[in-house]
């Protein structure tokens, strides 16, 4: 081994002199590109490539980071070297302050492709001007409110983070970026969201990039507000960088659950939204919040109502311990009414009966009806009308038989 080692000088030598070589033997040249935009209008991507003449074809490559689906565009190149690539923002190619890489590749004369270096912009909502504040754990941005409200946020963050903790079973912390909008019309229009249940969104996350966005106005509730939407987004992350991809097998209802049970001040409306829809017996089955909310806006508050009683049931019930395997079975792919039977015991429908019985008073009897209720519809539906027509058949035949014997009788 030993007398390797008086080559080492030369081979690096070596490999450096290859590397010059190879850029020195680029056949184009290109300066550092100006990246400008319009949040949500027009990006322009502006540079100069020499030599101009030689190239056929100039096509540029953005790639979000975090996806696997590049936009491949032609630039426009001039005689003169110029070269320019236009995208329009309005159909939200990218999410907001996610950053993009780009670059170029260039047809030669004759049929040769070379693919330019990579360059990154991040797209960022440049309608405000941000401030921030940062430590290893947190990044804050606000455009609005005094220099106090970033330390607010940031202490609210920890508080929540602290609180979380105590429920799930963390690894330890990558870093979260919130981005404080002012108002739920700044955010709305910075998501791509659109349809019925767009103009409810006060917070979102984007989990995978450790991004939180949420609108805290100034006013009476900002502290409420932000003692509320701090930690809701904020578990939804956790609960990502915990789980990573089978994040997307949570039911919603355990995500919604666990984010709203992280709140550190719970909403006030949701005691009296349940009790009025058990009243009218409107709660909507735990099997219907598996997947996507409903979007009409009075099932979609009773949704996330439902969700964070019948999680902190569970959290009461069966404590960290009890969550964290629930967590684990539905992460290793178990439905979403099994999962609860791997980890807890119980199926879905059982423990939603006993969540029902404890929360709302319910009693046995009206447990067990709900509970038979699939049986007695397919009774009302098929049984019912067969037995009837078997009996009105045996009381139309019965009539006539005695009428005939009795024709035939003196
Ligand atoms: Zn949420």
């Known amino acids: 081994m030993r007398r390797w080692w008086f080559l080492l000088p030369f081979l690096i030598g070596l490999a450096l002199g290859w590397a010059r070589r190879a850029e020195g033997q680029t056949p184009v040249q290109l300066a550092d590109p100006r990246v400008s935009y319009t949040f949500g209008e027009t990006l322009t991507i502006e540079t100069e490539v020499q030599p101009a003449a030689t190239i056929q074809r100039a096509q540029i490559h953005l790639l979000p980071k975090g996806d696997s689906v590049q936009i491949i565009a032609e630039a426009t190149l001039t005689p003169e ?6 995208l329009d923002l309005s159909t939200a190619p990218f999410a907001v302050f996610t ?12 049929g040769e492709t070379i693919e330019s270096r990579r360059f990154t912009f991040t797209y960022a ?18 455009y609005q409110g005094n220099d106090a409200l970033g330390g607010t946020i940031l202490n609210t963050a920890y508080e929540g983070l602290a609180r ?13 970026s919130y981005y404080v909008y002012a108002s739920a019309a700044d955010l709305q229009a910075a998501l791509p969201f659109s349809g019925p249940s767009a103009g409810l ?5 984007a989990p995978a990039a450790n991004r939180v966005l949420v609108s ?17 987004e904020l578990a939804h992350v956790l609960l990502y960088q915990k789980l990573g991809e089978d994040y997307s097998r949570l039911p919603s209802w355990l995500s919604e659950g666990l984010a709203s049970s992280a709140e550190l001040f719970p909403n006030p409306d949701y005691p009296l939204l349940l009790d009025k829809a058990f009243q009218r017996d409107m709660i909507l089955p735990m099997s219907a919040l598996c997947e996507n909310f409903p979007v009409e806006a009075a099932s979609f508050q009773l949704a996330y109502a ?46 939603e009966s006993e969540w029902r019985r404890i929360t709302f008073n319910e009693s046995p009897l009206r447990t067990a009806l709900r509970g038979m209720l699939p049986w007695l519809l397919i009774a009302g539906v098929f049984i019912l009308p067969l037995t009837g027509f078997y009996l009105s058949e045996r009381l139309r035949k019965r009539p006539l038989f005695r009428k005939k014997r009795s024709l035939t009788q003196p």
Not at 81 to 86: E, K, S, V
Not at 99 to 108: C, H, P
Not at 201 to 205: E, F, L, N, P, T
């Open 164 to 176: 979380f903790r105590l429920q799930v079973e963390l690894p330890p912390m990558q870093k979260v």
């Open 125 to 142: 909502d440049n309608r405000f001007d941000w401030r921030s504040l940062e430590t290893d754990e947190f990044a804050v941005f606000w």
């Open 306 to 351: 439902q969700s964070a009683s019948f999680t902190w049931y569970l959290i009461t019930q069966y404590g960290d311990e009890g969550i964290n395997a629930l967590l684990k079975a539905y992460a290793d792919g178990f439905g979403c009414e099994r999962a609860p039977e791997v980890a807890l015991g119980r199926p879905l429908t059982q423990l």
């Open 216 to 232: 805290i106005p100034t006013g009476p509730s900002q502290t409420l507000e932000i003692k509320r939407q701090i930690p809701h």
């Open 201 to 205: 969104v006060a917070g979102h996350a």
């Open 99 to 110: 950053a993009v890489d780009y670059w170029f590749t260039f047809t030669l004369e004759g």
């Open 81 to 86: 070297g110029i070269l320019t690539y236009n």
